[in-house]
């Protein structure tokens, strides 16, 4: 499940501990709540039970194993885990969806250092990146000047320690990139031409460089010095020293690979059963929630291998089945720890937007169902057929219902694409984005029957038209937030460029009733510039219900500007 590293690791991700109590980590806790009456009820109901868990032990075993190194976006671990499900789903009997089961797509990923870059301080090299390194949040350009750290002058540049006190330094959940935003943000304001922070206590959690960031560019050069750094140049500086950057990136691009395959029954309309294969590597791109420092694998069983396997499993069921009212297309998406881009880049596919999509189904960590047997469907809202399919379909999961198509999730690009959804989610736990999510920890029997519900909801609708779709509100799981108004947009989280790109809009709310529309850059709201999310969040705060503002956005070759009320 995708988290935006600041908003989802904090908002959402205690609303979905809220939502469902934490599994025990025990890898053997199933056994002892699970009586073996309830067991024994559960493969009356299901012949092939024990095959079925068997396949999802196997499936989820692999997925979730060392050698896949965490299936990150673009690696080999992930190429080796699209390479297993390719063949599963021929094994099964799907067939290309077009000439391969591979879709690649390209997207742009962060910014990568050109050998153009320079620093110099007292007339010698700094090497960068690895004594020294712009930050995320880093302009390009050239300043040269000269230094010290008690001048704090307009026109020249600032040398700032990254720490304040010896307590930052040793805490590990010390959010330097925020603290270093803010105060290089407002040293800019004052004059600074550019931002040297420096390492003055040596912290064992020191920052590295990233090429990716939550913030926008401030538009001047921002580094982080390291300890070496400081103790050679700074710490004993006592006049004023030269120092000489040049700073240049260049885009960079990575490459992720959907997974599809198709069970085409000759039908009108097509459903779509997917689940994301990718997930976080050794945490390299920020959004592990691990703080022990250790660079570790995260397997990622239950978020998302547990996914993966339940599709594959229903998609067994589906091939061996008499259902033909609708073609089957089955997905394992790529990238969606990254923001969702695989699904993004795949309903905007030529193919598919041609193909008549009836709804889609996605499964996303499904394999930690709890004590309580508690499984969230998200989606409800988004067709009037919904519930009377969900009513229909007999159940021993206690069914909690959320009416949005909106969520951090891959059934968020088809919805927003005007498709019905369906989300199912057996909750969140302690070992969600840290290395412990292993696939010992899986329920595999709960996971069994999460593929039994789906399948049935399935059965459900072969007796019901092409669903109607409708829009919703915002979710429960969504993230939460204090400010007193909504725009009523989707923020596109992968766009790096000057302003924020709206992914969706939602209906009744400010923007679809100023006029604004999928693919719009917002520029300027109010009387404040938009440079990214940031300065976005920031402009948001200072209005409440009733105000109006204008706003400008970029639309194709054109900046438009509309007249929003609150």
Do not use: C
């Not at 920020?286 to 291998?305: E, L, P, Q, T, Y």
């Not at 073609?327 to 030529?350: C, D």
């Amino acid at each position: 499940m995708h988290m935006k590293r600041r908003n989802w690791s904090v908002a959402a991700l205690v609303t979905l501990l809220a939502l469902t109590p934490a599994a025990d980590p025990a890898a053997q806790i199933w056994k002892k709540i699970l009586p073996d009456k309830d067991k024994n009820e559960s493969a009356k109901n299901d012949a092939n039970a024990e095959e079925v868990i068997k396949q999802l032990r196997a499936d989820i075993g692999y997925l979730a194993s060392d050698q896949l190194e965490g299936r990150r976006t673009g690696t080999k671990g992930e190429a080796l885990a699209g390479m297993f499900i390719e063949k599963r789903m021929a094994a099964i009997g799907l067939v290309p969806y077009g000439a391969s089961y591979r879709r690649p797509f390209k997207f742009e990923w962060g910014k990568e250092l050109t050998p153009e870059i320079r620093l110099t301080i007292g007339g010698k090299y700094v090497s960068v990146p690895e004594d020294a390194f712009p930050v995320g949040f880093s302009g390009a350009g050239t300043d040269e000047n000269y230094v010290l750290p008690e001048s704090k002058e307009a026109n020249s540049p600032w040398l700032i320690a990254l720490y304040e006190t010896q307590q930052d330094a040793e805490n590990p959940h010390y959010d330097w990139e925020k603290n270093a935003f803010d105060r290089a943000r407002k040293a800019i304001e004052r004059g600074a031409t550019s931002v040297l922070f420096y390492d003055n206590f040596g912290s064992k959690y020191a920052p590295v460089y990233t090429k990716r960031t939550d913030y926008e560019s401030l538009g001047v050069p921002v580094l982080v010095l390291g300890k070496k750094v400081y103790d050679q140049y700074v710490k004993d500086m006592k006049v004023m020293q030269p120092v000489y950057m040049n700073i240049a990136f260049k885009k960079e691009f990575r490459t992720g690979t959907n997974i599809v395959g198709y069970i085409n029954n000759n039908a009108t309309y097509t459903a779509v059963i997917g689940a994301h294969y990718d997930h976080l590597g050794y945490g390299e791109d920020g959004n592990s929630r691990s703080v022990d420092g250790v660079k570790s694998i995260h397997n990622g069983a239950d978020d998302n291998a547990s996914g993966v396997a339940a599709m594959l499993a229903v998609a067994t069921k589906l091939k061996q089945s008499s259902y033909k009212k609708y073609n089957y297309l089955f997905i394992a998406f790529s990238a969606e720890e990254l923001g969702l881009l695989g699904s993004k880049a795949f309903v905007k596919e030529k193919d598919f937007q041609k193909q008549k999509a009836a709804y889609m189904l996605n499964m996303d960590m499904v394999g930690r169902l709890g004590p309580d047997r508690k499984l969230t469907v998200g989606g409800v809202g988004t067709s009037p057929v919904w519930n009377s399919v969900m009513a229909a379909v007999p159940s021993t999961l206690k069914i909690s219902r959320d009416s949005s198509g909106v969520g951090p999730s891959d059934h968020s690009s088809f919805y927003n694409d005007s498709i019905p959804v369906l989300f199912f989610f057996t909750g969140t736990h302690t070992d969600y984005h840290k290395p412990t999510d292993d696939a010992q920890k899986i329920n595999y029997s709960g996971t069994k029957d999460v593929v039994n519900y789906v399948y049935s909801i399935i059965g459900g609708m072969e007796k019901q038209p092409a669903p109607l779709f409708s829009t919703t509100k915002n979710s429960s799981m969504g993230s939460r937030t204090a400010f007193k108004v909504t725009l009523g947009i989707m923020p596109d989280y992968s766009y790096q460029e000057i302003g924020v790109r709206v992914d969706g809009v939602i209906d009744d709310k400010p923007a679809a009733k100023a006029g604004l529309k999928q693919g719009d850059i917002i520029l300027q709201l109010g009387d404040k510039k938009i440079n990214g999310m940031q300065t976005y969040m920031e402009a948001l705060g200072t209005f409440k219900p009733g105000d109006k503002a204008d706003v400008k956005v970029k639309r194709g070759p054109t900046v438009q500007e509309f007249k929003l009320v609150f």
